[in-house]
């Protein structure tokens, strides 16, 4: 096992009518402003909840975080908040609300020319204003970590911060908020969750077997409530599985100790930067096609996974190894989520795109050995074709 | 799923050489009083390494804690600290320095008559003194949650505690630390963490496929890393992997949202206090005879473990329950861990007395159906003759 550092401090607040124990989470006195998307959240009542919830506190409220979220429109928050002296935000929404309320937090208390540069810059983040989370839509665990990804849609970038700073103070979790979700958003959850937990796990084995067998629980969590999910959303316990289950995906518990390996996320970043694929669709685009290609450096664990997750258990190591690509590519097409490049109409002239923008960034040095480089991207996404 | 909140705020240091990172994570300029047990850690460098660590603060020192520590100990470290006006404190040791911390920061801040009533009357813990802790015999789980178990020694007393502020701000986790530890606290160790899942699994089912996953991951991983820990406590991987399922075990992660059962604890907690027999043997002696006492209510559960941690499968439920049983048996005795009382020289006198002590304490309802009223405490321990 690898030397690691653990810290997680987010408060967990999960089930049914959590949503009305935000009052005792919150200074009492503050600001708050409310962050959310489209406005769904007035359509399913949790609108109405966290309004109920926030009685006795000043309330303002910032709407229309687009999926993605882009830098332009959280700018404009940072503006509305410090005119309001906003000093607490409450993020009502998916991991893209989250994301952005991540960002605007960090803006708040930024001192910089152009908070941008957080990203593009990997500048500090050194402190951050308060916030909470409500999470509406269970997928890419950014309501218990401190990551975001944030869209700067005038320049097509798409790029990452994080910092200790940016934990949310606690997060909501309530499985019946989920109950009205579109199908295409539970599905693509449940592809963004399970592309997250492999993502820390097929690399190469470090003698950590508790970490891979909680892993292996998120994932065969998801295989088991992930089609059930989509299937009856409403069904309270699928739904809070469901959620637990993604939750616990990303806040870093199987990460602890072991190699990792985000290539497929910040290859496939590109395909929503580029054409507005979403995220989760991006995903079960570019990780087949980046298994198959780095089957023999990720043999041991492939086979590993192939076998307690999909009991793929007989044939030479070749046919294992594809026979567990293939169940994870269906997997993906149970979901309703397709596979190839040419199923969303994108062709080799966007490779050669994706490849002269990692030319320009300098990128090198992906995935969990450091082995990828621009020409193995170009391979992968040839191979996703 | 049940309702639950979930929260945990202890940074994690895990790995060889990381006491040296405990300097960046303790204020500047505080007066730091270390606190440790019996002084093998002055024998296995781990005291050296401690101090060179914090070289730079004022540092005071309170050896003497002894295993299930003593209230009347801890009450002199609180006034030697309070003379030397101590701002932080660093436990280094097991569970039981942990856990005299604990109460110590706790009874540092305390603001009533007498500490003691912190768990005598339940009252609440409002504040306390920071501390941070360098773990160096993986067991309790103590060095990742907020509970302390203390003993009152001239009323042979012991009882607990537990509240938000008494987190550890940091915990380090260094293998090497527990290299030379003796064969007899790594096989307690062991059966400690073993039975502190159990006890938060062995229930009845509420439909939480992950946290039982959680639960039967840390269970496999104790299975096969505690034997190997017994024969070669200087192989790094296999103490780290203990190490870190003895952590997880109880740092609040497979209780959430799950019914437990800390039935066995409560009542072996009686024969250490009334025979100082090691916690983890008190378990090792509870825990079968309470399983097969209840095997009909937890009957789900006890054959889910039975099959997927050891692979009972075949016979008739009645012959699978008891083949259960008969595996954790073994598991305790493979670990040389005597599972009678009569193994202890302990016959049916003691039982008297704890029914005594449970009715003067007006002890009702245990159990995760708080259907386990003094008479079953009874039976149970006959059981266990």
């Given at each position: 096992?690898?030397?690691?550092?653990?810290?997680?401090?987010?408060?967990?607040?999960?089930?049914?009518?959590?949503?009305?124990?935000?009052?005792?989470?919150?200074?009492?006195?503050?600001?708050?402003?409310?962050?959310?998307?489209?406005?769904?959240?007035?359509?399913?009542?949790?609108y109405?909840?966290?309004?109920?919830?926030?009685?006795g506190?000043?309330?303002?409220?910032?709407?229309?975080?687009?999926?993605?979220?882009?830098?332009?429109?959280?700018?404009?928050?940072?503006?509305?908040?410090?005119?309001?002296?906003?000093?607490?935000?409450?993020?009502?929404?998916?991991?893209?609300?989250?994301?952005?309320?991540?960002?605007?937090?960090?803006?708040m208390?930024?001192e910089?020319?152009?908070?941008?540069?957080?990203?593009?810059?990997?500048?500090?983040?050194?402190?951050?204003?308060?916030?909470?989370?409500?999470?509406?839509?269970?997928?890419?665990?950014?309501?218990?970590?401190?990551?975001?990804?944030?869209?700067?849609?005038?320049?097509?970038?798409?790029?990452?911060?994080?910092?200790?700073?940016?934990?949310?103070?606690?997060?909501?979790?309530d499985?019946?908020?989920?109950?009205?979700?579109?199908?295409?958003?539970?599905?693509?959850?449940?592809?963004?969750?399970?592309?997250?937990?492999?993502?820390?796990?097929?690399?190469?084995?470090?003698?950590?077997?508790?970490?891979?067998?909680?892993?292996?629980?998120?994932?065969?969590?998801?295989?088991?409530?992930?089609?059930?999910?989509?299937?009856?959303?409403?069904?309270?316990?699928?739904?809070?599985?469901?959620?637990?289950?993604?939750?616990?995906?990303?806040n870093?518990?199987?990460?602890?100790?072991?190699p990792?390996?985000?290539?497929?996320?910040?290859?496939?970043?590109?395909?929503?930067?580029?054409?507005?694929?979403?995220?989760?669709?991006?995903?079960?685009?570019?990780?087949?096609?980046?298994?198959?290609?780095?089957?023999?450096?990720?043999?041991?664990?492939?086979?590993?996974?192939?076998e307690?997750?999909?009991?793929?258990t007989?044939?030479?190591?070749?046919?294992?190894?594809?026979?567990t690509?293939?169940?994870?590519?269906?997997?993906?097409?149970?979901?309703?989520?397709?596979?190839?490049?040419?199923?969303?109409?994108?062709?080799?002239?966007?490779?050669?795109?994706?490849?002269?923008?990692f030319?320009?960034r300098?990128?090198?040095?992906?995935?969990?050995?450091?082995?990828?480089?621009?020409?193995?991207?170009?391979?992968?996404?040839?191979?996703?074709?």
């Amino acid at each position: 096992m690898n030397n690691f550092t653990f810290y997680n401090p987010v408060k967990i607040l999960f089930g049914k009518g959590q949503i009305s124990a935000i009052s005792k989470e919150i200074p009492a006195g503050a600001h708050v402003m409310v962050t959310y998307g489209g406005g769904s959240i007035k359509q399913n009542g949790v609108y109405d909840q966290v309004m109920e919830a926030l009685k006795g506190f000043q309330v303002s409220e910032f709407g229309g975080i687009e999926p993605n979220p882009h830098y332009e429109t959280l700018m404009k928050a940072v503006a509305l908040a410090k005119e309001k002296k906003v000093d607490f935000f409450l993020a009502v929404g998916g991991g893209s609300v989250i994301d952005g309320t991540k960002f605007i937090v960090a803006a708040m208390a930024y001192e910089g020319e152009d908070p941008w540069d957080i990203m593009a810059k990997r500048e500090p983040v050194t402190r951050a204003a308060p916030f909470g989370a409500v999470l509406t839509l269970p997928a890419t665990g950014s309501e218990m970590n401190s990551g975001a990804v944030i869209n700067r849609v005038s320049i097509k970038e798409k790029l990452s911060f994080g910092s200790p700073h940016t934990f949310p103070k606690f997060s909501v979790l309530d499985p019946e908020t989920t109950f009205t979700l579109p199908v295409r958003q539970i599905s693509n959850g449940v592809a963004d969750a399970f592309s997250h937990v492999l993502e820390q796990y097929l690399t190469y084995p470090v003698n950590a077997p508790l970490q891979d067998r909680f892993a292996e629980a998120i994932l065969l969590t998801l295989k088991e409530e992930g089609p059930k999910a989509v299937q009856n959303p409403q069904d309270y316990d699928t739904m809070a599985n469901f959620m637990w289950a993604a939750t616990m995906a990303l806040n870093g518990v199987i990460r602890v100790g072991v190699p990792t390996d985000w290539a497929t996320h910040y290859i496939a970043h590109e395909l929503t930067a580029l054409h507005g694929i979403d995220h989760a669709r991006t995903l079960g685009i570019v990780f087949p096609a980046l298994l198959r290609y780095k089957s023999e450096t990720k043999k041991e664990k492939l086979l590993q996974y192939g076998e307690r997750i999909w009991n793929v258990t007989s044939g030479t190591e070749d046919e294992r190894l594809e026979a567990t690509i293939q169940a994870t590519i269906a997997f993906f097409e149970s979901l309703d989520i397709k596979t190839r490049l040419s199923d969303y109409e994108v062709g080799e002239d966007t490779i050669h795109t994706i490849i002269s923008r990692f030319e320009q960034r300098g990128v090198k040095d992906l995935g969990e050995r450091a082995d990828i480089q621009i020409q193995d991207v170009k391979e992968i996404l040839l191979l996703s074709l």
